[in-house]
């Protein structure tokens, strides 16, 4: 009878869990990542205005702190995974192990592509409104110039201060998107540090 021990693999109940979990997640992050791709495509092609923009960019923030959030589940199962000795993992287990790693490194990659293509066209649509306001505040108006001509009985000093209120009015509602942009571009660049800090290198973690 010979001697020789036959090579011997666990079960790994706690692996199988931990990579379902990982696929599942990045499943749905990649759905996610998707949308996000459908948003900003939509944003810079200038196809969607006025409100549009807002509610996609608005839908584009809440979609990367979602996916932040998922992300952040995903690397504590892959470092529960890698604290499994490769010694009780199948040579099968160890493959489909370093795939999936290298599938998440690869979602990482376009979520981050995705995040710096919402902050950079957040921070060109601020430039834009900034520009647009300036144009505004620098032309003669039309209005105030010709009124008396236009309506010789309409009391000047009512017009005047009908306009003075739109005005306030306008710089009100462009003082508020000026602060929900910035509010927007500081939620995306903190996701992007939070990625970029969960997930350092990925590639090194396949040996």
């Keep these: 009878m010979s001697d020789t021990k036959p090579e011997l693999f666990s079960d790994s109940p706690e692996f199988d869990s931990l990579l379902s979990t990982i696929s599942h997640l990045l499943f749905d992050v990649n759905g996610d990542i998707s949308t996000l791709q459908q948003f900003l495509d939509t944003l ?16 584009s923030v809440t979609n990367i702190e979602t996916v932040t959030d998922k992300m952040t589940k995903i690397k504590s199962s892959l470092d529960d995974m890698l604290k499994i000795d490769r010694s009780d993992i199948s040579t099968q287990r160890l493959i489909s192990r370093d795939k999936i790693i290298r599938d998440v490194d690869f979602s990482v990659t376009e979520f981050k592509k995705c995040q710096h293509r919402l902050k950079n066209f957040d921070e060109k649509l601020i430039e834009e409104n900034k520009s647009e306001l300036l144009q505004e505040e620098e032309a003669p108006s039309a209005f105030d110039h010709n009124s008396a ?16 209120q739109q005005i306030q009015s306008e710089d009100t509602y462009q ?31 396949v040996m």
């Design 175 to 205: 003082n508020n998107l000026y602060a929900q942009r910035n509010a927007e571009i500081e939620r995306i660049r903190s996701n992007i540090q939070d990625v970029n800090t969960i997930f350092k290198d990925l590639s090194a973690m």
């Design 44 to 59: 810079e092609s200038g196809i969607a205005s006025g409100n549009s923009v807002n509610k996609i960019l608005g839908k």
């Design 149 to 164: 001509e236009l309506s010789p009985n309409y009391n000047r000093m009512e017009m005047i201060v009908d306009r003075n």
